[in-house]
């Protein structure tokens, strides 16, 4: 689940001012609330990522991350029925996880639901460093295989 979560944390923060006009797209939010609105969603993804990385905040990160996805599917449904536009740039350049926001959030929260009503002991502080570790990792050669996959196909 963190990569989840630190994934499009990664390629918003990449892209700042992408994250911005995705945000107004959805038309919630006056112009000049957008720098905020963005960096609390970066704010929150960054902790989700943490969290689920670390076995920090047990059943909390569970809800941060079932309110955040079903506030985002909100609006993508929303931003879908008034404009037509059904994706999103969630995670930057990764497409396939871009196409169908909606089933794909609905997907996560059913994983996040599952993943909540498992009971686990949280490691020690080097298993959550690896684990940290792991997820950047991970997430970074993802971008890596999807930036040498669009360059193969130029």
């Known amino acids: 689940m ?3 979560f630190f994934l499009p944390f990664y390629m918003k923060l990449r892209s700042f001012e ?17 720098p905020l609105a963005a960096i ?12 689920f990385a670390t076995g920090w905040a047990d059943g909390w990160k569970h809800l941060m ?3 955040m996805l079903a ?5 993508t449904w929303r931003k879908k029925k008034n404009t037509g536009v059904g994706t999103c740039a ?3 350049n990764i497409g396939f996880l871009n196409r169908f926001p909606i089933y794909r959030n ?5 994983f996040l639901l599952i993943d909540a009503s498992f009971n686990r002991e949280r490691g020690d502080v080097y298993s959550m460093i690896y684990s940290l570790v792991f997820v950047m990792a991970l997430s970074f050669s ?5 930036l040498l996959r669009k360059r193969n196909e130029a």
């Open 18 to 34: 992408g994250l911005k006009v995705e945000i107004y797209s959805y038309g919630v939010l006056p112009a000049f609330l957008l």
């Open 71 to 75: 506030a985002f599917t909100w609006l």
């Open 142 to 146: 993802i971008e890596v295989v999807q």
């Open 40 to 51: 609390t969603v970066l704010v929150v993804e960054f902790l989700l990522f943490l969290f």
């Open 65 to 67: 991350g079932i309110g």
């Open 106 to 110: 609905f997907a996560l929260m059913i």
């Open 90 to 92: 969630c995670f930057g």
């Open 2 to 4: 963190s990569v989840l």
